[in-house]
Structures are given as C-alpha cells and as structure tokens.
C-alpha cells in the first residue's frame, strides 16, 4: 500500500524554524524525485523545493532560496524541509510529492506563521 506521509507543521512566530518531515512506503523510494508544494488559502498550489532521486541535486523556489533547505534519506524513505526565517507569507499547507513513474501526494501538513 502507497503511503506518503508529512509531519511536523506547527505555528510558529515569524523568523521561528520549523522541520517538515515526509515518510514513503510501498513504492521503490529512491527511484522518485521528491517535490514539496504548498498552498495558502485562496491561492494556487506553488512548487517550492524539489531533490533528485540521483544526486540529490535541489531547487528551490525564489521565495525561499536561502531560507528552506530540502534533504533525503533514502534508506529511511524519508524526505525533510527545513524551514528557517519563517516569514507570515509562509503560511500554507506544505506538501510532499514523490514524482516518477506514478506520481504520489501526501495529504499535507499545515504551517502557520502568526505572532
């Protein structure tokens, strides 16, 4: 059975960190790039970060370059963005997507950045 999994969204004050985590299983893992995406209310989905399933080479959206960084582990299945510098404009509910042969979407983590 597919499952992709994320975790770790929160409210955090702006300029606060949060780790999001993503956690596969039933598909072969380290065959798929990972994307994460968000979405705010009221706005389309926008990709953020994405890590190769090779190199683990990474991109990352403008808005966050500098500030997120995206990382695997492919013997843990697992996929983490670190979110540093936390801004309100970050608030959104974070998704992980494994993206290859099939394409496989967790049902997302919400993030909140309020004071």
């Known amino acids: 059975q597919v499952q992709v999994v994320e975790s770790g969204g929160g409210l955090v004050q702006p300029g606060g960190s949060l780790r999001l985590s993503c956690a596969a299983s039933?598909?072969?893992?380290?065959?798929?790039?990972c994307n994460w995406y968000r979405q705010a209310p009221g706005k389309e989905r926008e990709l953020v970060a994405i890590?190769?399933?090779?190199?683990?080479?990474?991109n990352y959206a403008d808005f966050v370059k500098g500030r997120f960084t995206i990382s695997r582990d492919n013997a843990k299945n697992t996929v983490l963005l670190q979110m540093n510098s936390l801004k309100p404009e970050d608030t959104a509910t974070y998704y992980c997507?494994?993206?290859?042969?099939?394409?496989?979407w967790g049902q997302g983590t919400q993030v909140t950045v309020s004071s």
């Open positions: 890590i190769d399933r090779a190199d683990s080479s990474t």
């Open positions: 997507a494994a993206i290859g042969r099939n394409n496989y």
């Open positions: 039933g598909f072969t893992f380290n065959n798929y790039r």
